[in-house]
């Protein structure tokens, strides 16, 4: 989600059912205290957002930030992954938020489109445009309007290994994608399968697609299938299904093979590599990992845990693909101009600098001081994320309409949890997708 989510987005940050459920009895409905004083002292804003665990809890940090500098009272409400239906639902009871993070372009643009969004304010604008790459105003914009300020970002082209593993089995890095897969095997002979797979949760399988497509067909195709110029029957992408079902389909490769990968949800996928009893060498997901890594199982970034870059498939570049949050004021919502005053604030570099001391995120902002991340490891990702500007490539289902590209069991994350289940028909996978993204996109 995650961007998530996906982006991270949609990530439980936990591998224990007992850590989950304290986390949740607490955090549900929870609410920062007010500082005494401050512009807006006696208001009350009301956030809704799809980050659980470890995430939502620094996200709450943000708040109490935001709380201390303007006397508001905030209010945290989990979305769950399908935010979209979360809030028509909230919208049409007549209790929606004031601000939702929204984890996906799709769902930003529905919102727009619908009616629902404020515009951002002259202030909050002026801010992002001297903080953030044109590209994350791009995204926020929708026919000329900008609503979405984002603020959390994800750099999705990252493999995250155990070193231990890796030594044990005698492998280094790989630095193309079939070193990869002959990596992967050698840490099966040596005991232990290459990947953890999150299968249980479609979009880690799209963001597995979404890679291996923009190395291998390139960007200009990527940009064009992300929009639906090009149909999902097109060659490029039936070849990258027939990559991406090489891997799915060897039990070297996706440890437990495909039934126990259609179990695995994504917060288990990462403890299979840095739990306490690990059934994989490698997971491949976004930054967030290491935050997991390091928050849940007390790894060490850079040492105990590790990741390189996705790397390059059949002679294609590197990918970069990135997803986000970002954030939008409802017209629904009962106090938008104090929500408008959260986006303001989220807008600089303090608000991110909260979060990015306390682990387990990367912001697009480019004033935000390096120094505030708390390891070299996620400090140099960070640094990567802002020096690839314009060039980063958002989430392809992120930015496809929710009804395709970011809707539990039904869509892209459905006929690709099929693939994984039978990998033995790229051309079938490819119609179906075809099918189902002609009917979201309405061509």
Request: aromatic fraction near 10%; include cysteine.
């Amino acid at each position: 989600m995650r961007r998530p989510s996906k982006t991270t987005r949609r990530i439980a940050a936990t591998a224990s059912a007992a850590l989950t459920l304290t986390l949740g009895a607490t955090a549900c409905g929870g609410t920062t205290a007010p500082a005494s004083g401050g512009e807006l002292a006696g208001q009350t804003v009301t956030v809704a957002g799809v980050w659980t665990g470890s995430e939502q809890k620094n996200f709450k940090k943000v708040l109490d930030a935001f709380t201390q500098k303007t006397g508001a009272k905030t209010v945290f409400v989990p979305s769950g992954d399908n935010v979209s239906t979360f809030v028509g639902s909230k919208i049409e009871g007549g209790n929606a938020p004031d601000v939702v993070m929204v984890p996906q372009v799709g769902v930003l643009q529905q919102f727009a489109k619908a009616g629902w969004l404020q515009p951002l304010s002259d202030q909050a604008a002026k801010t992002a445009d001297s903080t953030l790459a044109p590209v994350w105003k791009n995204y926020g914009t929708v026919d000329g309007t900008y609503y979405g300020l984002y603020f959390k970002a994800a750099h999705k082209s990252t493999v995250w290994y155990s070193p231990a593993a890796f030594a044990q089995a005698g492998v280094g890095e790989p630095k193309s994608y079939a070193d990869l897969l002959k990596a992967g095997r050698t840490l099966a002979d040596s005991g232990r399968p290459a990947f953890a797979v999150a299968g249980e949760d479609g979009w880690t399988l799209t963001d597995w697609f979404e890679n291996i497509y923009l190395s291998q067909a390139g960007p200009q195709k990527y940009d064009q299938l992300a929009q639906h110029k090009i149909k999902w029957t097109d060659d490029s992408v039936v070849k990258a299904l027939t990559t991406l079902g090489d891997l799915f389909k060897d039990k070297q490769l996706v440890a437990g093979g495909a039934e126990t990968a259609l179990r695995t949800d994504f917060p288990s996928s990462v403890e299979q590599v840095f739990g306490p009893e690990p059934k994989a060498g490698m997971v491949y997901e976004g930054d967030f990992v290491g935050g997991i890594a390091k928050d849940q199982f007390g790894k060490k970034l850079g040492e105990d845990a590790k990741f390189f870059p996705f790397p390059a498939v059949e002679g294609g570049a590197a990918p970069v693909v990135s997803g986000g949050d970002a954030a939008v004021v409802l017209k629904d919502g009962k106090n938008g101009k104090a929500g408008m005053k959260l986006l303001e604030f989220l807008a600089g570099p303090e608000a991110a600098g909260v979060w990015a001391s306390a682990g387990g995120f990367l912001s697009p902002n480019t004033k935000v001081d390096p120094a505030a991340y708390g390891d070299d490891t996620t400090r140099n990702t960070a640094k990567s994320l802002v020096a690839a500007g314009d060039s980063v490539r958002f989430d392809m289902s992120d930015q496809a309409p929710a009804a395709f590209g970011g809707t539990k069991g039904a869509g892209e994350w459905k006929l690709l949890q099929d693939f994984l289940r039978d990998p033995s028909n790229p051309q079938g996978t490819a119609a179906e997708l075809e099918a189902a993204a002609a009917k979201a996109y309405g061509n």
